[in-house]
């Protein structure tokens, strides 16, 4: 099944330049470091090597795109069908033309920032602190610390399902908590933030008060993937799951982190199957003892081991 589908893409798009890898495992891609692998893992070599795939790859085939992994949970059973990657250079340069910076989307948000800073903008600091990429970025509104994605960004360009070049202005992202309502195929493969003119070591000092309050209050050394539920309108997430006793709550080998009890960890060779596992048993000690429906903000991708 694997090897034909890449026979398949190889017949279809001959000219392609990207890398196909069957069964790429992607626990190593993931900060759970869980899951199952990819059928068949793609990583483009440039945008227009992105588009010939996504206009030649049958369109029953599900696609699927992954960043850092930094808020993902890929189950047991893998993905199917192939999944994309971008990395190198053509998606991971930042360039500064004034007050603006363009920033392919594999560049690591911390990179972003430290751009910014040294070209003596502000306003991206609070991206020191996210360990994802621009892309996941984008997609999830990803913010902290006051700032957000929807602040700073001006325009985004991508390729979408049937391999067309797309770009979305700002409005036509709709960014909200945690979402961006730009169609699900496309993938997203540079954007154009704007940074205000500031002083680069004030900028820098407060990227280390970023990276200080992140160290005293987060679970950053463990194998998590962030915040797992939203906040709720009003509350906070981290406060009804303690108010519902889950700090500390285990399930196989994933635990409710004890330092931030809205992380969830892989403390002891868990499945991705004990952590969403984990998650819905929160969600639903959560329901009972305060009626809070708590909505996932990590992503569950993929299918689960008995799936296979
Ligand atoms: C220790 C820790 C701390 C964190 N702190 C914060 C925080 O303060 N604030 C915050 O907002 N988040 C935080 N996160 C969560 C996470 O870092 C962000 O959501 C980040 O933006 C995800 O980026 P990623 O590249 O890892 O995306 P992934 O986790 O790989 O994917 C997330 C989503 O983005 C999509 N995606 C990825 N790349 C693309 C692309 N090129 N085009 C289209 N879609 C794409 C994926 O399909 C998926 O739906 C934290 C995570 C950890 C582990």
Not at 92 to 121: F, H, I, N, Q, Y
Request: net charge negative.
């Amino acid at each position: 099944m694997t090897a034909s589908l890449i026979d398949d893409i190889r017949a279809a798009a001959p000219a392609l330049r990207g890398r196909l890898i069957a069964n790429q495992s992607l626990a190593d891609l993931t900060w759970f470091r869980v899951g199952g692998p990819a059928e068949v893992l793609f990583s483009p070599a440039d945008e227009e090597d992105l588009a010939l795939l996504l206009g030649a790859l049958d369109p029953a085939v599900p696609v699927t795109v992954i960043g850092l992994g930094s808020n993902l949970i890929v189950r047991d059973g893998g993905i199917p069908g192939v999944t994309i990657r971008l990395g190198g250079k053509p998606f991971g340069s930042v360039a500064v033309d004034g007050d603006t910076l363009r920033a392919g989307t594999a560049v690591p948000d911390m990179r972003l920032a430290k751009a910014a800073a040294e070209a003596g903008l502000d306003g991206l600091a609070f991206y020191r602190g996210i360990p994802g990429s621009v892309g996941g970025a984008l997609r999830m509104n990803a913010g902290a610390h006051g700032g957000e994605t929807t602040d700073v960004l001006l325009e985004v360009r991508g390729v979408d399902r049937a391999g067309n070049l797309r770009s979305f202005s700002h409005a036509e992202m709709g960014f909200s908590y945690r979402h961006c309502s730009a169609p699900d195929d496309v993938i997203f493969t540079s954007a154009l933030y704007r940074g205000r003119p500031g002083d680069r070591e004030a900028i820098e000092a407060e990227m280390d008060r970023v990276t200080a309050a992140r160290e005293a209050a987060q679970p950053i050394r463990e194998r998590t993937g962030g915040s797992t539920f939203k906040n709720p309108d009003g509350g906070k997430a981290w406060q009804l799951i303690d108010a519902a006793g889950c700090r500390g709550l285990t399930r196989g080998g994933a635990q409710v982190s004890e330092m931030h009890c809205n992380f969830l960890i892989n403390r002891d060779g868990a499945t991705a199957a004990d952590i969403e596992g984990l998650g819905e048993e929160v969600r639903r000690r959560v329901r009972e003892h305060s009626g809070y429906a708590l909505h996932w903000e990590i992503k569950r991708i993929g299918v689960s081991a008995d799936a296979i």
